[in-house]
């Protein structure tokens, strides 16, 4: 573990898409420093950058340029193995659409990456998805396959795999988009609780305003640029 | 951790036949259909194969290994004499032989051809003349008996080694017995004495044809004059061949050598204990006989020139077999590959949540051609169970074949056999997972964003 | 002088008979003969219906395929279109008979329960096929027609050609050069269906036959080679033609077992 305060740290990072023959940039060089146990909102509109951003410092995409360490360790110069097994083991994701494998039950699909990271036996498993299923409320669900499951509950068990491996980013791009305003409170309540209760730094993206009143730090993104 | 791990894979993969019932059925059946095809055309290709190969080496005597002047196989019908093997080479091939390991028995053999007739009218015969010292071996051997149970069922009378040499008895085939109007053989007449037709064209000549078992040969002999004897037909075969029913006949060596006036023989035919030692066991003959008498050659039962029916079937079944296993091949190629690339640009989203917490390109390929392998597996499974039904069925209906050039027709009976079975269906799997892999590499090396948002589809 | 008067009566009437035999084919080549008299004329002077009563020959058939030689004696009997050939030697085949009834040929050998009916194509030694060795009916067994004149050996000889009548007679189509002289068969070339020659052969009449007072050419050496090797000869070498009564029994199949 990097005794760095900051778990990410992105500096003047550029990627551009192609449109056809034409580059369009969605990220005109950001810096960005993200200390741990952080719970920041990154805002804008839809188009202005924030998913790509979130990509970046998840490491399921590459910049065209720039540099970004996570948790001290350089990503841009990884090979897929090594930013997989790092993803693995200190990112979690959660994901607007829930992503859950639906033949799968909720205690499985939480044990997913747990399956494949060496640093936790076997015999923690049980406790570690039991744990993150109390703390997302879901415990008594743990049987149940995710078509039998809300929208709410869905996205807590999300987020109960997302938190299973104990990763010191999380890392939500537009958690709410897809459930009604009462239960998007209680996603952003459950991630300020978790927040709060285990320090997990959590990065996350929404175009919510009402939800953007709970968090206290905002990265603000427009046209690929962080706003003052 | 690595078994846990795949054993959680196998788990996922298994589970992931179920997203979509309809396609994998789909799939599947086509699978189990041409595999089924498959083990039918097979399995016809490994019977006709078993009873062509046990009919060729034991009951037309080619043997294992078959031993010959060189050039004997080209040039004998048109010199004899100069092509037969002499008392001394065959004496040469005795103590060659006596040496060898594997070596269940050898005979001499001789072929001949002339006119054979009945008193009133003659037909060509084509007659082999065969050791009666181990004829009752190699006639009623176990390989023979297993695969041409049906020879047997066709045989009258009885066996030319329950006869002196001095009898003149001979067997002659079902087609040329009706030719010649001989319906009874000697064991079903007794002792009747010749019966002379006087009239040739009498309305009763036919019947009279059928009153003894006498018949009378007439060939060139090897001194170059016309020769005759008589011969007592004790038992009627059937060769299974149009081509050889009408012709063929059978006689100890003695009688023939005595119609064709020669004490040599054309050939002699060894008999392997071990058939899958052959090679070894010719290469190890052929050095032994580059020494003894070089002037020899041993040839095996396959080369075309001994076996030419054998070979001509089985290269027809060959190319059948190989036509029906590429058609299987394409269909589960094609059938693979559409369900896997349908199935992995379906989750592909799923892909990017998987790539996304962790899971490297190929554990993400692991999972899916676990599915390909479990899909083409289950789809084997329940492709041999129907072939082996199938094949039940057809050998229970007793379907009479009439193939062209075989007499009588035959029934359809089909022979599973478990190593053709076991390499159809690696192969089958192999291809399974072959197309699986093609079809999900290129999607599980996509970029995990455009992934995780279903911009790849 | 009454002795010399009658030689010499006998010389006028022997030189006015052998006057008339040599005027005869010089007769004959001032018109055209129709083949099927060419052929009768032909067949005669190769055994076929010579003397009504029949006739007797021997014949010595000598084969030699290019390594092994044999040779076996057959004592012919002619009557009609029947005909029994009986080998005399070697001791080996001794007693061995060919009867030709018509067009069908019966071979016996002693000890046989019954004979055996066998095709006139068969070859019977060498080259030479069964329907060879017994008298020769051409004028039966084939349609011909003369198609040119050519010289064979310095002799003029109508070159005929023959097509068979029936499915069972010895040879499909022959080429056959009859001599004008004598009107006897000096050279032949035997074709298979497809118009291939596979055998040659020539003959020779240094044998005579009494037929009717009448000393007439009969066939003395047959030789027969084969067309692809010439190796392969069988020569067939006729004496003492004689005219002989065959009672009709020596012919029936019946009494070959005895």
């Not at chain 1, 940039?25 to 950058?49: C, D, H, M, Q, Y």
């Not at chain 2, 089924?36 to 194969?49: C, D, E, I, K, S």
């Not at chain 2, 692991?366 to 329940?382: D, H, N, P, Q, R």
Request: aromatic share 8%; charged share 20%; net charge positive.
């Amino acid at each position: 573990m990097n005794a760095s305060p900051a778990i990410i740290q992105l500096k003047d990072v550029k990627k551009s898409y192609k449109l056809g023959e034409t580059d369009v940039p969605a990220l005109k060089g950001i810096n960005i420093e993200l200390k741990r146990g952080e719970f920041t909102a990154v805002v804008g509109a839809s188009g202005s950058g924030k998913s790509t951003l979130l990509n970046i410092v998840g490491c399921i995409d590459d910049p065209d340029s720039g540099s970004v360490l996570v948790d001290g360790v350089e990503v841009t110069k990884l090979d897929d193995d090594s930013k997989s097994a790092l993803r693995n083991r200190k990112i979690g994701f959660i994901f607007q659409s829930f992503n859950l494998v639906p033949v799968l039950n909720v205690y499985e699909n939480v044990e997913l990456p747990l399956l494949i990271n060496p640093d936790i036996p076997r015999s923690e498993h049980q406790d570690r998805v039991s744990q993150a299923l109390k703390d997302v409320a879901i415990d008594h669900l743990a049987k149940n396959l995710p078509d039998q499951l809300s929208g709410g509950q869905r996205q807590r068990v999300a987020i109960a795999r997302a938190l299973a491996g104990s990763p010191a980013l999380v890392l939500a791009d537009e958690p709410t988009a897809n459930l009604d305003s009462v239960n998007s409170h209680r996603i952003i309540d459950l991630m300020l609780e978790l927040n709060a209760k285990r320090g997990v730094t959590f990065l996350f993206s929404t175009h919510d305003e009402k939800l953007m009143a709970r968090v206290s730090r905002h990265i603000q993104i427009a046209d690929g640029l962080i706003k003052a | 951790m690595s078994r846990l791990f795949d054993k959680n894979l196998a788990t996922l993969a298994w589970r992931n036949l179920r997203r979509n019932t309809r396609r994998n059925l789909a799939t599947g059946l086509a699978i189990a259909a041409g595999f089924t095809a498959f083990m039918l055309a097979a399995g016809y290709a490994y019977r006709v194969q078993r009873v062509l190969s046990s009919y060729t080496v034991y009951a037309l005597h080619v043997g294992h290994i078959g031993i010959y002047k060189k050039g004997a196989l080209e040039m004998f019908s048109i010199k004899p004499k100069d092509y037969a093997m002499s008392a001394d080479d065959q004496k040469i091939v005795d103590d060659v032989l006596k040496d060898m390991d594997n070596i269940e028995m050898s005979g001499r053999y001789l072929s001949g051809q002339g006119l054979i007739g009945n008193g009133c009218k003659t037909f060509p015969f084509m007659a082999s003349g065969v050791d009666l010292t181990i004829e009752d071996k190699v006639m009623n051997h176990r390989t023979l008996k297993r695969w041409n149970e049906h020879l047997y069922k066709h045989r009258t009378g009885q066996s030319l080694w329950e006869f002196p040499d001095s009898f003149g008895a001979v067997s002659i085939s079902a087609g040329l017995a009706q030719l010649l109007g001989k319906t009874k053989v000697h064991s079903e007449l007794g002792e009747a004495k010749p019966v002379m037709i006087t009239d040739c064209t009498a309305p009763d000549a036919r019947a009279l044809f059928g009153a003894d078992a006498n018949v009378q040969f007439a060939a060139g002999s090897w001194d170059g004059t016309l020769s005759a004897l008589d011969g007592e037909i004790v038992g009627r075969f059937t060769t299974g061949l149009q081509e050889t029913n009408n012709t063929a006949v059978t006689m100890s060596l003695a009688h023939l050598q005595k119609l064709l006036n020669t004490e040599s023989i054309g050939n002699m035919s060894v008999w392997l204990k071990e058939p899958l030692l052959l090679d070894l066991t010719i290469t190890n003959l052929r050095s032994k006989l580059q020494k003894a008498a070089p002037h020899l050659e041993a040839l095996p039962w396959r080369d075309e020139r001994l076996s030419p029916y054998y070979t001509g079937t089985m290269q027809f079944i060959f190319v059948m077999v190989s036509f029906i296993g590429c058609v299987l091949a394409v269909v589960i190629i094609l059938s693979i590959f559409n369900s896997a690339t349908m199935t992995v640009i379906e989750r592909s989203q799923e892909v990017g949540m998987f790539r996304s917490i962790g899971y490297n390109s190929k554990t993400m390929r692991k999972i899916f051609l676990m599915e390909g392998f479990f899909l083409t597996g289950i789809s084997l499974a329940c492709g041999i169970v129907l072939g082996l039904l199938a094949m039940f069925l057809v050998n229970r209906l007793h379907i009479t074949l009439e193939p062209p050039g075989v007499s009588g027709g035959i029934q359809l009976i089909l022979s599973p056999n478990a190593l053709i079975i076991l390499v159809g269906s690696a192969i089958v799997s192999l291809l399974g997972v072959g197309s699986t892999w093609i079809a999900v590499t290129s999607v599980v090396r996509q970029n995990i964003a455009k992934l995780v948002s279903g911009a790849h589809r | 002088m009454k002795l010399n008067a009658t030689f010499i009566s006998s010389f006028i009437l022997a030189c006015a008979i052998s006057t008339q035999l040599s005027a005869a084919p010089a007769q004959a080549q001032a018109s055209e003969p129709t083949p099927e008299d060419l052929l009768k004329d032909s067949d005669r002077a190769r055994g076929s219906a010579a003397v009504a009563d029949g006739i007797s020959w021997e014949v010595a058939v000598d084969s030699n395929d290019g390594s092994t030689k044999s040779s076996v004696t057959y004592d012919l009997k002619v009557k009609a279109n029947d005909a029994l050939a009986e080998a005399t030697a070697p001791a080996r085949n001794k007693g061995e008979m060919m009867l030709f009834n018509d067009r069908n040929i019966w071979f016996f050998k002693p000890g046989m329960k019954k004979p055996l009916a066998i095709s006139p194509r068969q070859k019977l030694m060498g080259q030479a096929a069964n329907g060879d060795i017994a008298s020769t009916n051409y004028a039966r067994d084939y349609e011909g027609k003369i198609v040119a004149t050519e010289k064979v050996d310095g002799q003029d000889a109508w070159k005929m050609e023959l097509k068979a009548k029936a499915k069972n007679v010895t040879y499909d189509q022959i080429r056959y050069w009859v001599s004008k002289k004598d009107k006897v068969g000096i050279k032949a070339e035997f074709l298979t269906v497809s118009g291939d020659i596979f055998k040659r052969a020539s003959f020779e009449y240094k044998n005579k036959i009494d037929v009717g007072g009448k000393q007439t050419p009969f066939v003395s050496k047959m030789t027969i080679i084969d067309a692809k090797n010439e190796k392969q000869t069988t020569t067939l070498n006729y004496k003492s033609p004689r005219p002989a009564k065959h009672a009709d029994a020596v012919f029936n199949v019946n009494n070959l077992v005895r």
